[in-house]
């Protein structure tokens, strides 16, 4: 079976600096070739890339999950793109400013013949240093775009005050303190930290720690949109845990933008890691867990509305 | 009983090898047409093959014969027929990739390009429809009046040269490829969610789901008496009963060549009741409906998933391709 090809997705409101990410992307050295699936071909294209158009056609599944929303035209473009398959190393899927990022990415859990040729590699989100604050109060797609993504590229730096990007970056740690953080000016950071991220691949799930630049953040709460994260200082029942966490999601899961977690179970050396996007879950036992890592069980939820208090009370009580 | 346990023909097969997957099949009188993902059409004919550069800059998506002709749809937006001599020429050129194609015998041609349906008649005349959301499959009516548009939602039954409203076939879902029963009574689609769905016309009006499938069925085929249609998307062909007229509602399905590689192209005998059944492990059966027996065309081959699988009118030869370029004739012994 040869390797499944990464996908990345890149968001970003309107005006934020995708396009001129993408460009970097595509114009850098780098010996690679990518697929690109774009909304509209813009500024785009160079000679040795394939150019795709895409038209963001969003279907719900007909499997009675109601917030299971897939990218039709993208299991289709997928499938023609893999009978170029040796011709691009990889795929860049660059949505529209106003796109909620959940159907791409559920896209590849939900289509087996999407999942058999390629792996999502990691959600890409382009935020606008001086007009992120404002669309975050007036625009539920952008706090989608953040809420949602591994790598969060902070552009335009070089118009806002140091007082005022930590601003904004408080602000997006009050809603996803786990993805990689980049401040930026003309969306110029290392293209290593944007593709190859492998942040949905359950082995690379390491640590569920948030990722501070610096230390000295003030965290302020966003009104609607949160992570919680819990830890048991010890292992879960899998009877009891299995089905909280797969009721959890059913129940919670148009609220519930992203899940992780990494549980220990008694007698068991291995750590069972799993992810999720809204009420999609994917989970295996992975690794064996090693001497000196304390077996214990840690669970994220980044989403809108979230019920801590009984999200808390309901994972503490699966403790073995 | 394995496949490899069955009686075989395989020194009845022509083998040949291409440099690409082959995407499509179709016949052109004695003639195989190979539909490649580099672009080319390879026709082949006896031990010889040869290439046409059909498609110089794109890779062949769609592909279909009226017997006369290899129609081909491409990545680069391109309609693309090819003869039995090995000239090829442009027929029309879309915005996007044409990822839909059906070829009536009769010379009419229907292809999408997105939500963009375009009919074209025997003598080149166009007509063009567009559907609600993307259309993945096209199938005409026995006659080749009227075409079956599948696509979100549901399919469409529209007359190109006919001012009647189009008739719009309802069903949640997203609806991938489409055919039409040899008697025009039933429409049949595959769907994202690993089922079939199916609509009776006539007399009355009527929904059939056929559902259980383990992966998406890409690939439907009538047998020539119309009362069965074989599927793909199982580790068995699974054969609807569609000899009455109220088709297979409450009858289960035969399941015949089971075995545990999935099915990926059914292709049935033009006069007999026998199907060929190739799998995504390469292995290729041919299987008689009557006592489900087996023949050996083509082993295991590693990495060679059978990708088409096509007879010639008389049902004398098969051809088949494969996701790593291999292909093959079959000639029935006389």
């Not at chain 1, 953040?146 to 902070?154: M, N, R, S």
């Not at chain 2, 010889?48 to 009226?66: K, N, Q, T, Y």
């Not at chain 2, 890409?218 to 068995?236: F, I, K, N, P, Y």
């Amino acid at each position: 079976m040869p390797d499944k090809i990464p996908v990345t997705v890149l968001t970003g409101y309107l005006g934020a600096g995708k396009t001129t990410l993408l460009n970097r992307i595509l114009t850098e050295e780098h010996g690679k070739r990518y697929a690109v699936i774009v909304n509209e071909f813009g500024e785009i294209g160079i000679d040795n890339d394939l150019v795709v158009n895409a038209d963001e056609e969003v279907f719900e599944m007909n499997n009675g999950c109601i917030c299971c929303t897939v990218r039709g035209d993208l299991i289709r473009i997928l499938d023609g793109l893999m009978k170029r398959r040796g011709k691009f190393d990889a795929i860049i899927v660059e949505t529209t400013g106003l796109a909620d990022p959940a159907p791409v990415a559920q896209t590849f859990f939900v289509d087996q013949d999407v999942s058999d040729a390629a792996r999502l590699d990691a959600v890409v989100t382009v935020a606008d240093a001086k007009w992120l604050s404002d669309r975050l109060k007036d625009a539920p797609e952008a706090k989608n775009q953040i809420a949602f993504a591994d790598v969060i590229i902070l552009n335009k730096i070089d118009l806002v005050s140091e007082e005022d990007l930590k601003a904004v970056e408080g602000r997006i740690r009050a809603i996803n303190p786990y993805a990689k953080l980049h401040r930026a000016k003309n969306a110029q950071v290392p293209i290593a930290e944007v593709l190859d991220r492998k942040a949905f691949d359950l082995d690379r799930i390491i640590q569920l720690e948030p990722d501070f630049l610096e230390e000295g953040h003030h965290h302020h709460h966003d009104e609607d949109m949160q992570s919680v994260s819990f830890r048991h200082r010890g292992p879960v029942d899998p009877e009891k845990f299995m089905p909280w966490i797969s009721d959890l999601t059913q129940r919670e899961g148009p609220n519930i933008l992203r899940c992780k977690g990494i549980v220990a179970f008694p007698n068991e050396d291995k750590r069972f890691v799993f992810q999720g996007v809204h009420m999609i879950l994917d989970g295996d036992l992975q690794r064996e867990w090693r001497a000196d890592e304390p077996r214990e069980s840690r669970v994220v939820f980044i989403g809108r509305d979230l019920d801590e208090d009984a999200i808390r009370e309901g994972f503490l009580s699966c403790a073995a | 009983m394995t496949a490899t346990a069955a009686p075989s023909l395989l020194q009845a097969v022509q083998p040949f090898a291409f440099d690409a997957e082959v995407t499509g099949l179709g016949w052109l009188k004695d003639t195989a047409a190979f539909a490649l993902a580099d672009g080319a059409v390879a026709l082949a004919r006896g031990a010889e093959s040869h290439r046409s550069a059909a498609h110089p800059d794109g890779v062949i998506l769609v592909a279909g014969s009226d017997g006369e002709r290899f129609v081909t749809g491409g990545d680069d937006g391109r309609l693309a027929v090819t003869g039995q001599d090995g000239s090829t020429r442009t027929l029309a050129e879309a915005k996007g990739w044409i990822d839909a194609l059906a070829v009536h015998p009769g010379g009419s041609i229907a292809y999408a390009t997105t939500k963009r349906v375009v009919f074209r008649d025997e003598k080149g005349r166009e007509k063009v429809f567009d559907a609600p959301s993307t259309v993945r499959g096209l199938a005409f009516a026995p006659k080749g009046t009227r075409l079956a548009l599948a696509h979100y939602n549901g399919a469409t039954l529209w007359f190109p040269n006919l001012e009647t409203k189009p008739e719009v076939l309802e069903w949640k879902g997203s609806h991938l490829d489409v055919t039409w029963s040899l008697d025009g009574r039933f429409v049949v689609t595959s769907m994202q969610e690993n089922a079939l769905h199916g609509w009776r016309l006539q007399p009355d009006r009527g929904h059939m789901r056929m559902s259980g499938y383990p992966a998406k069925t890409r690939s439907m085929t009538w047998s020539s008496d119309g009362a069965w249609l074989a599927t793909s998307g199982a580790e068995a062909v699974i054969i609807w009963p569609f000899g009455s007229k109220e088709g297979p509602t409450g009858k289960p399905p035969r399941e015949c060549g089971v075995r545990s590689a999935r099915v990926t192209r059914v292709a049935f005998h033009p006069t007999t009741l026998i199907v060929a059944a190739a799998y995504e492990d390469g292995c290729i059966l041919l299987i008689r409906l009557n006592d489900a027996s087996e023949l050996l065309i083509r082993p295991v081959v590693r990495g060679s998933g059978v990708t088409a699988l096509a007879w010639d009118a008389k049902g004398r030869r098969l051809a088949f391709g494969c996701a790593n370029g291999q292909a093959g004739v079959l000639t029935l012994p006389s």
